[in-house]
């Protein structure tokens, strides 16, 4: 204990937020992104959809909750994301990787000589969180749970609390809030211990699948 929790950088043009790394269990893992990704997206899209497009979501492993977009396309989208990133810990060992959360702003410019449109991706936005993952060979026995698993739920809570708070202090860097609409903010999530990075761009149908709001009179 003692130290942060969170790192602040600038990478280019972008806010990079850098968590603190956290020793887990390959079981952990999946229920572990789903937590901190939630959030951040939770944090980061809540100005950009209807009041009625958010939900509360209680852990299945941890005695936690965290707030989630309730779009069945991003939950999807983040689950594949998450799956593809546990089936890549395949080894026994230690292993330390990264997993990426970008997110990116659609922008139109001139083309060659003024001719024609040119749509290009901005990113304004990283957080990256790292993960020291134990993966044991078949005939290992998991690790006695307890103050184990306490420790690290609170690690956990920590990083969520982390995430909140920096989400609410650190705006400067965010696109026009014009700009944020379904149709036009994309995310993508990646990782270091693979060449593989999978783009989200599904705000577009979230929108159309998400009922109007009734008009106020």
């Not at 972008?14 to 079981?27: R, T």
């Not at 040119?118 to 006695?144: D, K």
Request: with cysteine.
């Amino acid at each position: 204990r003692g130290r942060p929790l969170l790192h602040l950088g600038s990478a280019m043009n972008y806010e990079h937020f850098q968590l603190e790394e956290l020793e887990v269990e390959h079981f952990q893992v999946k229920e572990i992104l789903r937590c901190v990704l939630h959030t951040i997206l939770y944090q980061r899209i809540m100005g950009a959809t209807p009041s009625n497009c958010h939900r509360e979501e209680e852990s299945t492993l941890f005695e936690l909750a965290y707030l989630r977009i309730d779009s069945g396309h991003v939950r999807a989208a983040v689950e594949e994301r998450i799956e593809q990133f546990a089936n890549s810990l395949d080894r026994a060992g230690e292993l330390h990787a990264q997993v990426h959360l970008s997110f990116f702003e659609r922008r139109l410019r001139k083309g060659l000589l003024g001719l024609h449109n040119v749509e290009e991706r901005v990113c304004w936005e990283r957080w990256s969180c790292p993960l020291a993952v134990r993966t044991r060979a078949r005939q290992e026995e998991p690790p006695a749970q307890g103050d184990v698993q306490t420790e690290l739920q609170l690690q956990l809570t920590e990083r969520l609390a982390q995430i909140v708070h920096m989400c609410g202090e650190r705006k400067e860097h965010l696109p026009p809030i014009e700009s944020l609409g379904l149709d036009t903010i994309a995310f993508e999530i990646s990782s270091s211990n693979s060449a593989e990075s999978w783009g989200v761009d599904l705000f577009k149908r979230m929108l159309q699948a998400t009922p109007p709001m009734p008009a106020v009179n």
